[in-house]
């Protein structure tokens, strides 16, 4: 299936012409939106994300006030080992937008749980990188046998449309001067170390609820079952990361997988 085949609740066009960049607004983009409406070279396409005429000066002198991410139509897509940290540049991108009129607990909660089982960088909120993979490399990376593997680019848009979110995808993009390629390098660094913070204080919550008596350990069991899933995910999607994008967190997330066997081996304790 194609991206074009994706039904599009925003109105978005979702290809951009050779003279256009999409332009996205990391920080709150109020004061960016109300200049942006003095001209008619700029137009919005969803929460922080713009399209920009490439040849206008004006507009490119105001853009730079910002803080921004510039991107563009990529001709051609590198295979995963050609995407070395030297060539980063030449990495290409699928960007979603995403939002909800007004998102009840349940939403969120799926949300993150979709979030959970993907490879993404986080760069506004409601927006995401995805990776734009050649189709022998989806195969190589998404396609296995396993029931839960990490969730492919259309996977997460299907999955976010069916639970009533708004969206809007990019295919086939890059990243457009070293500055850009920087913010996304940056912006990586902070989801995955996110991730592992959220996933860490979790950790230690059922480590320290393993010294309490009063709590059963029917209870225990259940909670350590529920983050022994969030840590096979996690595990599936840094590896894909690591290969992908050349990211290697290896290292933090199995210390947190041995902390994790620790309160196993302290609720097994419980049960002697």
């Known amino acids: 299936m194609s991206d074009r085949s994706l039904p599009d609740n925003s109105q978005t066009e979702n290809r951009l012409s050779s003279r256009s960049y999409l332009l996205v607004i990391i920080d709150d983009d109020k004061e960016f939106r109300?200049?942006?409406?003095?001209?008619?070279?700029?137009?919005?396409?969803?929460?922080?994300?713009?399209?920009?005429?490439?040849?206008?000066?004006?507009?490119?002198?105001?853009?730079q006030r910002f803080r921004h991410l510039t991107l563009k139509r990529?001709?051609?897509?590198?295979?995963?080992?050609?995407?070395?940290?030297?060539?980063?540049?030449?990495?290409?991108?699928?960007?979603?937008?995403?939002?909800?009129v007004e998102p009840t607990a349940q939403q969120k909660k799926q949300t993150q749980r979709l979030l959970n089982r993907?490879?993404?960088?986080?760069?506004?909120?409601?927006?995401?990188?995805?990776?734009?993979?050649?189709?022998?490399?989806?195969?190589?990376f998404y396609q296995?046998?396993?029931?839960?593997?990490?969730?492919?680019?259309?996977?997460?848009?299907?999955?976010?449309?069916?639970?009533?979110?708004?969206?809007?995808?990019?295919?086939?993009?890059?990243?457009?001067?070293?500055?850009?390629?920087?913010?996304?390098?940056?912006?990586?660094?902070?989801?995955?170390?996110?991730?592992?913070?959220?996933?860490?204080?979790?950790?230690?919550d059922l480590q320290e609820k393993t010294k309490n008596n009063t709590i059963p350990v029917k209870r225990l069991k259940s909670r350590y079952s529920e983050l022994m899933t969030r840590m096979r995910e996690a595990r599936m999607v840094f590896s894909l990361i690591r290969e992908v994008w050349k990211w290697d967190h290896t290292k933090p997330l199995r210390k947190l997988y041995n902390r994790l066997l620790r309160c196993r081996k302290a609720i097994e304790d419980r049960l002697e």
Do not use: C
């Open 144 to 204: 296995t046998d396993k029931k839960k593997r990490v969730l492919t680019p259309k996977e997460f848009a299907h999955s976010m449309k069916a639970i009533g979110a708004k969206m809007s995808r990019w295919s086939r993009v890059r990243a457009v001067g070293p500055k850009t390629d920087r913010e996304i390098a940056a912006a990586l660094d902070t989801t995955i170390s996110s991730q592992l913070s959220s996933l860490e204080k979790r950790i230690i």
């Open 118 to 140: 993907s490879a993404y960088i986080r760069i506004r909120k409601g927006a995401v990188l995805f990776p734009y993979l050649r189709s022998k490399d989806i195969a190589r």
């Open 34 to 63: 109300r200049g942006a409406r003095k001209t008619k070279s700029i137009r919005r396409l969803a929460r922080g994300i713009y399209k920009v005429p490439i040849e206008n000066k004006k507009v490119r002198d105001y853009v």
């Open 74 to 100: 990529a001709r051609e897509i590198p295979r995963v080992r050609e995407t070395d940290p030297e060539l980063s540049q030449r990495r290409t991108y699928v960007l979603m937008s995403y939002s909800f």
